[in-house]
Every structure is written in C-alpha cells, then in structure tokens.
C-alpha cells in the first residue's frame, strides 16, 4: 500500500511566521501535489512536481513556493502566513510520467493549519 | 476550461437504501479519467471508482457503480444499499492531458440509520 505522510495533523502558527508543511511518500511515486480544501470550495491545486526539481504552479499558487529535493520529499512552504491561508492541506502522489492516466491519487491525512 | 460541477452540497439516505451523487464536467477532450474520491470523516481521501471515457460499459465496485453519459458529459456515482460507514465526503474528480486533476467542490453524504 502506498503511505503517504504528512508531518501534521494539527498546526498553528501566527500571521508572518514562515511556516513549512512536509509530505513524504514511500512508493517511488513520480508526481506529487499540494491541495488546499475548503468547505463549498473542494480541493483547489496549490502546486505540483513531476519530478525532482521540477514544480509547476497550480490554480492559486500565490503566496505560497514548494522545495522537492529529493523525489519522496515535497514540501510547501508559506513565506509569510497571513489569516486567510488557515485551512486544510492535502498532499498526493501519482505514479505516472505521462497525461492521459488513470492512475489515482493517493492523499495523506491532511494539515489542518491555523493562522492567528 | 475544463470544470467539474458537484451540484448537491448534501444529500441524505436511509441506511440499506440506494443514492446517487451528480457529477458533471466540461471539456473538450476526447479522452479522459473520471474518479470518485470518498473522505471519509477520519479525512484520508481514497479511491471508490473510477472511468476511462473511452470506455462505453460503466465501472462498477462492489455496491458502487457509475452512470456515464459521454455525450452528456455526466458521470454520477450510485451507492447500493447504504451503510453508515459510507457516509463521508464524495468528491469527482476529472484529468486529461495533463498531471493536474480537477476536484468538483464535493457532497457531503449522510446516511440514516
């Protein structure tokens, strides 16, 4: 079974602190997301890496940058958390190099993360 | 752009009885994915089905199944004789062409006992 970890379930941190969410995955698994959810709004992509290295932005990149130095590892980092980045982040990793998959994704439990 | 609507923000069912989630999508694509995603309270998001669009004949598992209608571009979940550890989160989810999926906003599930 693929595990994927995320270092948190619970997180709070004050607004302009510098705040890192970690997400390991254990299955050699190629790409790898970060999503924010939140109620009526569904998953929305933050960013995402297909490669070590490699990342693209998603639909609302701003505000945040990721780091994926080595391929189980990515990180999503808040450069200066503001209030209304308090919300729940999931991490997923696919297999799959190429488009036209129909692998799934596999999530990790998920961040909930508060910004006071 | 490609979109993904979830037109039911919750839905109720009595325990044993059958429910179907709506699910719609916009695109262009001829050939695509389409997923069920169940988050459960405990928030770890898992696969319940999923649907190559190349694919005439639906996906079924178990007491899930899919109603795909291409043309209508309208891929809905049915649940077969509801139990309480269904109730959660059913998000849809579309990918094409790209890494990116795209998640509808969800339907939250409750089941009745």
């Known amino acids: 079974d693929v595990k994927v970890t995320q270092s948190s379930r619970y997180l709070v941190k004050r607004t302009g602190e510098k705040v890192f969410l970690e997400c390991v995955q254990d299955?050699?698994?190629?790409?790898m997301f970060w999503y924010r959810q939140d109620p009526g709004l569904g998953l929305r992509l933050i960013y995402f890496?297909?490669?070590?290295?490699?990342?693209e932005k998603g639909d609302i990149p701003e505000g945040y940058s990721v780091s994926r130095e080595k391929k189980e590892r990515f990180s999503l980092i808040l450069e200066s958390a503001s209030t209304n980045q308090t919300s729940m982040y999931l991490c997923?990793?696919?297999?799959?190099?190429?488009?036209?998959?129909?692998?799934?994704?596999?999530f990790g439990d998920g961040t909930r993360l508060s910004i006071l | 752009a490609q979109t993904v609507t979830q037109s039911q923000p919750e839905m109720s069912v009595q325990e044993a009885e059958t429910v179907t989630l709506s699910c719609t999508y916009d695109?262009?694509?001829?050939?695509?994915?389409l997923f069920w995603y169940k988050q459960p309270p405990s928030r770890q998001m898992i696969l319940v089905i999923r649907?190559?669009?190349?694919?005439?004949q639906n996906a079924t598992e178990n007491r899930f199944s899919v109603n795909f209608q291409k043309a209508a571009k309208s891929f809905s979940l049915k649940i077969s004789d509801s139990q309480l550890g269904d109730a959660a989160m059913y998000f849809c989810?579309?990918?094409?062409?790209?890494?990116?999926?795209?998640f509808g906003t969800g339907t939250r599930l409750k089941v009745l006992a």
């Open positions: 997923a990793t696919d297999p799959d190099r190429g488009a036209y998959s129909n692998q799934p994704q596999h």
């Open positions: 695109t262009s694509e001829s050939d695509y994915y």
């Open positions: 649907q190559e669009a190349y694919k005439q």
């Open positions: 890496s297909y490669d070590v290295k490699m990342k």
């Open positions: 989810a579309y990918r094409a062409g790209t890494y990116k999926y795209i």
């Open positions: 299955m050699d698994h190629e790409n």
